[in-house]
């Protein structure tokens, strides 16, 4: 039986998206050395040199979900891509995203995060690099609230792939339902 995240990853290869393994958000399936070592549990690239991995074919999805049929699925994102995001966290990144915006956002894909955070997705021009860049709240007793900028040498974990708190990233404007602007 094929799961939700593997199908997804199907779609998201034929979409000509740079997509990567990583890991669960519960450690299951990984190696006993990756549970010991992961700081980031349902985040964590599962192949090196990630970044340049290009576009998986169907062979490449099927020989990952053999080796971690639990893991999330990642997108890579900057110059390989074509790909950035804009990282919203807490109160403060949404905030700063309507003040730096004026609430003017483009329509693109956009996904929530199981931690109340958001993120739209935007294609770049060919050949420009964009660095990550993040604001965060200033407030020592706020807990991860923040704007980012991802680019180059970042990804993103995509729906529907299960965080570490047991929430699932959730499309609000899939791919399939609108252009990547």
């Given at each position: 039986m094929k799961t939700d995240i593997l199908l997804a990853a199907y779609q998201y290869a034929a979409l000509s998206l740079?997509?990567?393994?990583?890991?669960?958000?519960?450690?299951?399936?990984m190696t006993?050395?990756?549970?010991a070592t992961?700081?980031?549990?349902?985040?964590q690239p599962l192949i090196t040199n990630w970044p340049?991995?290009?576009?998986?074919d169907k062979q490449q999805?099927?020989?990952?979900?053999?080796?971690?049929?639990?893991?999330?699925?990642?997108?890579?994102?900057?110059s390989p891509s074509g790909i950035v995001a804009i990282d919203i966290d807490g109160p403060f990144g949404h905030k700063e995203l309507l003040h730096i915006s004026n609430g003017d956002i483009p329509e693109t894909w956009q996904f929530s995060t199981p931690?109340?955070?958001m993120r739209y997705l935007f294609s770049t021009p060919s050949n420009q690099i964009y660095k990550r860049f993040s604001i965060s709240d200033p407030d020592p007793n706020s807990r991860h609230s923040e704007l980012a900028f991802l680019?180059?040498?970042?990804?993103?974990?995509?729906?529907p792939s299960k965080h570490a708190n047991g929430g699932?990233?959730?499309?609000?404007?899939?791919?399939?339902?609108?252009?990547?602007?």
């Open positions: 740079n997509i990567i393994p990583v890991c669960s958000g519960d450690h299951s399936g006993p050395n990756h549970r992961c700081r980031s549990p349902g985040k340049n991995n290009g576009v998986p999805i099927d020989d990952w979900f053999r080796r971690w049929p639990t893991s999330n699925i990642g997108l890579v994102l900057g931690g109340g955070g680019g180059e040498g970042t990804y993103t974990v995509l729906p699932i990233y959730t499309w609000i404007k899939a791919p399939n339902q609108s252009l990547l602007n």
